[in-house]
């Protein structure tokens, strides 16, 4: 797979380059140079299919001057061999994507383990080891020890802020045999992303240690999101015979641009429905407009590693033709005060608990009309984390408890004799260096 930087399409770099050493130097994102045409590999797919045999397809697709089709297939099996995303239809014409059937009910899961498992072949491939920098909070910390804890030439550096060293279960510890080496830093999350940016931006000690990033920046870790769209597909193909829409939470645009790449490469929709945000809004014709494209790629700071945004990526994709953006993405204003009530009715008409990311997306896609209209259009709601993140809010609003999963009971144990740090680099930089005994 060719890549290039959302800021120079003439310096192409491999796919191993990209995930290895995941930020191009001038400050922009890799995306996929060409777009590819996915329909000959995804024809015969349907709702039989499972979404790990779906993966290793479009992995294969994707990836074919890299791996071959038995190393595409191991990897989708090693990723997602337990897990799978699961579609539920609430009325005649909507379907609910939930995304929180990983290990540890956070959307991130999916990317995590593919990411994780591209990961770790192509180093076995090559020979070669990584460091990936993470942030140990709660939610995150438990999703990357379960996607990265287990691997053999994947080392991860959780940092968790002060009062956030707890969930990562004992077996994924490095002192215990698994990869996961667990530091508290004295400081809060802003310091913990603070210290993350300035190793990370450090060239030098990027490339000593092999360092990548396994947030969104990494292009690793977008790829898998496009696998939820065709996998949706499959299971409303036959029962849609209109306009497909998914409506979805803005984040960091990472589910978007991930659905527009599947788009680009052949997949059968017509919009994406999103809650606004001063980035992406309408303009006074109530068209799509991104505030961001005024700005003279030169005339911008580098991507930020550390808190990433798809936006830049989304723009790329609608350079040729902006008109296209108008016609496929509707971003609506949702308040973040009428969270409650949308969970409040989403709860009481579909008889489901979704969490406040969702409940944005829902609202959106209430204005959007799609709901009311009588036509034939096929609406897909894409729901996050598992509701059980937020119980005190589902509660309140629903008037009811949501089940908390087995896995979520270990959330808030702490980790047991946790090394302590201080905010600095080179409190980073011994660790890494004790790392790469």
Avoid at 229 to 247: C, L, M, Q, V
Wanted: net charge neutral.
């Amino acid at each position: 797979m060719d890549l290039v930087s959302t800021r120079n399409n003439n310096k192409i770099v491999s796919f191993y380059e990209a995930v290895t050493n995941c930020m191009p130097a001038d400050g922009g994102l890799y995306i996929p140079k060409e777009a590819l045409d996915l329909s000959d590999w995804t024809c015969h797919l349907n709702e039989t299919s499972s979404f790990t045999s779906i993966a290793g397809t479009l992995t294969s697709a994707i990836l074919q001057k890299e791996f071959s089709p038995a190393v595409s297939e191991r990897i989708a099996v090693s990723a997602f061999g337990n897990y799978s995303p699961r579609v539920r239809q609430l009325d005649e014409r909507l379907f609910l994507l939930d995304l929180f059937h990983g290990p540890t009910g956070c959307h991130r899961d999916f990317g995590f383990l593919w990411f994780a498992s591209v990961l770790e072949h192509i180093l076995t491939i090559t020979d070669k080891k990584a460091i990936v920098l993470g942030t140990g909070t709660k939610k995150n910390g438990q999703s990357m020890a379960a996607a990265f804890g287990n691997k053999k030439r994947v080392k991860t550096l959780l940092i968790h802020p002060r009062g956030y060293a707890c969930g990562i279960p004992e077996k994924y510890l490095a002192e215990n045999g698994g990869s996961i080496y667990s530091v508290e830093c004295d400081g809060d999350i802003r310091d913990v992303e603070n210290l993350k940016r300035s190793v990370y931006l450090d060239r030098e000690l990027v490339e000593k240690y092999g360092l990548t990033l396994a947030n969104t920046v990494n292009i690793g870790r977008l790829l898998p999101q496009i696998f939820f769209y065709f996998f949706a597909f499959t299971r409303f193909k036959k029962h849609s015979f209109g306009e497909i829409y998914y409506a979805l939470h803005s984040g960091n645009y990472g589910n978007l641009s991930a659905g527009l790449f599947a788009w680009k490469s052949g997949l059968s929709l017509n919009g994406f429905i999103t809650d606004s945000t001063p980035e992406l809004s309408v303009n006074k014709d109530g068209d799509c407009f991104c505030k961001t494209m005024e700005i003279p790629l030169g005339q911008r700071s580098a991507a930020d590693p550390v808190s990433p945004s798809n936006i830049e990526r989304l723009e790329q994709i609608f350079e040729i033709s902006p008109a296209i953006m108008k016609a496929l993405i509707f971003p609506k204003q949702v308040e973040s005060k009428n969270y409650k009530e949308l969970i409040r009715k989403a709860y009481q008409r579909y008889g489901i608990m979704i969490d406040t990311s969702t409940a944005a997306a829902y609202g959106a896609a209430i204005k959007s009309k799609i709901l009311e209209n009588k036509g034939p259009e096929t609406l897909v709601l894409i729901s996050k984390d598992h509701p059980a993140f937020e119980a005190d809010i589902i509660e309140e609003a629903c008037g009811e408890k949501t089940n908390q999963p087995e896995y979520m009971k270990g959330l808030d144990r702490p980790i047991k004799n946790i090394k302590k740090i201080q905010a600095s680099k080179k409190e980073i930089e011994n660790m890494l260096q004790y790392m790469e005994r």
